[in-house]
């Protein structure tokens, strides 16, 4: 069975700087997809990347970037200049052939202006 | 396009009762899914519709059913309700058919169980 796991309940990040999100996962298979989803505190889930595991190359959506380690099973999140309107819950998931998500438990992202 | 919708948006039923929830998909969107959310569980798959047909469920009870309608809205119905059963219950649609696609999730509906 797949897993992912989020060692980070709760980050802090100052306006304008830059943090880190760690997430790792666990699988067998082969083709599968990586999410980032953000959930602010009126509860609307929304994607913020994806990433495909045959793509070597690791995406990137305007602030936010990911790290991909495909061998090692890693796939953390960068957020450059933080804005307030980051602070939410963000959420690593894992797409894979049963077409449903399988989300971490979130990490909690504060940003102190 | 309108995104995905949910209703009610809030509800609160005591132990016993049932409650069926309700998700319109994005327009054109066949495929459905629901999950539940909770604080010590955290996001749980339920199961996925598409074309009127389970696909795929996860691990709830039988309490725990849904369907879905020719025109690609979907209902999950909860009978027997248990205080556990407190939660905010999310409904995502998508597009394609692959695990690919992005899964665009509606506003939710927070279920209490009293």
């Known amino acids: 069975a797949q897993t992912v796991t989020q060692s980070q309940p709760e980050m802090s990040v100052q306006e304008a700087e830059t943090v880190t999100l760690s997430c790792t996962y666990d699988t067998s298979e082969s083709d599968y997809y990586l999410f980032w989803y953000k959930q602010p505190p009126s509860r609307q889930m929304i994607l913020v990347i994806r990433?495909?595991?045959?793509?070597?190359q690791n995406a990137t959506e305007n602030r936010f970037s990911v790290n991909f380690q495909k061998a090692a099973k890693s796939f953390s999140l960068k957020i450059s200049d933080s804005q307030l309107g980051d602070a939410a819950m963000y959420f690593c998931a894992y797409g894979g052939a049963t077409n449903k998500l399988i989300f971490g438990t979130g990490t909690l992202l504060a940003v102190q202006p | 396009k309108a995104g995905v919708t949910q209703t009610p948006r809030y509800l609160i039923k005591t132990r016993g009762q049932q409650v069926t929830l309700s998700c319109s998909p994005i327009?054109?969107?066949?495929?459905v899914s629901w999950y539940q959310q909770t604080p010590g569980q955290g996001l749980q798959f339920l199961f996925e519709?598409?074309?009127?047909?389970?696909?795929n469920k996860g691990n709830f009870p039988g309490r725990f059913s849904g369907r879905q309608f020719s025109n690609s809205r979907s209902e999950m119905n909860v009978s027997t309700l248990e205080l556990g059963d407190s939660a905010l219950y999310l409904c995502a649609s998508r597009g394609g058919t692959s695990g690919s696609n992005e899964q665009f999730f509606g506003p939710g509906t927070r279920l209490t169980v009293l």
């Open positions: 990433q495909e595991a045959y793509k070597q």
């Open positions: 519709y598409f074309s009127e047909t389970q696909r």
């Open positions: 327009s054109g969107h066949r495929s």
